[in-house]
């Protein structure tokens, strides 16, 4: 059942995040969302709208711009795709307590070679374009071996957009409220110190 693991994992009646279902959007192109999340560790969730929810995956160390930079990236349970507007703070003691940013968001597309995306995803590689506030330019998952949850590799191709900038560290603020992680915090009653944490 779609979303199951998502609705498992929350109690609505504490989380203020969506409970969203598996539904179709109504527009043109394909949403994706970058998240930053300071919960047990800082990570950064990828998120890829497909087949009526968003693909996810956690990234540790955040999106690079550096094609010599090979991003791991743990796949997770699909979420909502009201997820994509979710800024704010989850309760301590819930799954995944902490602070959320929408650090950035926009549409992507599967490169030309990649007809069908959830073929690509299956087999472990999926190449692919964004269009994002600070994300743009062609880009690739690909699923390594190994045991345990799925982990994949999120790399960026050489293109005009790639480049040695930390984009993470350049680009902190929150590309829908422009606060940095501690003023989210503060705004949705989270714990403003160990959000700072995560600001520069």
């Known amino acids: ?15 203020s995040e969506p ?15 970058v998240q930053k999340h300071q919960a047990s560790h800082l990570h950064y969730d990828f998120r890829l709208e497909w087949d009526g929810v968003l693909r996810s995956w956690a990234v540790p160390k955040g999106p690079s711009l550096d094609p010599s930079t090979k991003r791991l990236a743990m796949e997770v349970e699909d ?9 704010g703070s989850i309760p301590e003691g819930e799954y995944g307590g902490g602070t959320v940013m929408v650090w950035d ?3 992507w597309a599967p490169e030309p070679e990649t007809p069908d995306p959830g073929e ?5 590689e999926l190449k692919f374009t964004l269009k994002g506030s600070k ?9 390594t071996r190994g045991d345990g949850k799925p982990k994949w590799l999120l790399i960026k191709h ?13 680009q902190p603020r929150s590309v829908l409220s422009r606060k940095l992680m501690a ?8 714990d403003v110190a160990k959000a700072a944490k995560a600001d520069p």
Do not use: C, N, Q
Request: proline share 3%; net charge positive; charged share 30%.
């Open 135 to 143: 994300l743009k330019g062609s880009w690739v998952l690909v699923r």
């Open 105 to 107: 968001r926009g549409t």
């Open 1 to 15: 059942m779609p979303l199951a693991k998502y609705h498992e994992k929350r109690d609505f009646k504490i989380t």
């Open 120 to 124: 690509a995803l299956r087999k472990g």
């Open 79 to 87: 979420h909502p795709l009201e997820y994509g507007g979710f800024e």
């Open 19 to 33: 409970r969203g279902r598996a539904r179709k959007s109504a527009a043109k192109e394909l949403s994706f969302v």
């Open 158 to 170: 050489r293109d005009r957009y790639a480049s040695a900038v930390d984009i993470a560290a350049e």
């Open 183 to 190: 003023g989210i915090a503060a705004a949705s009653g989270g």
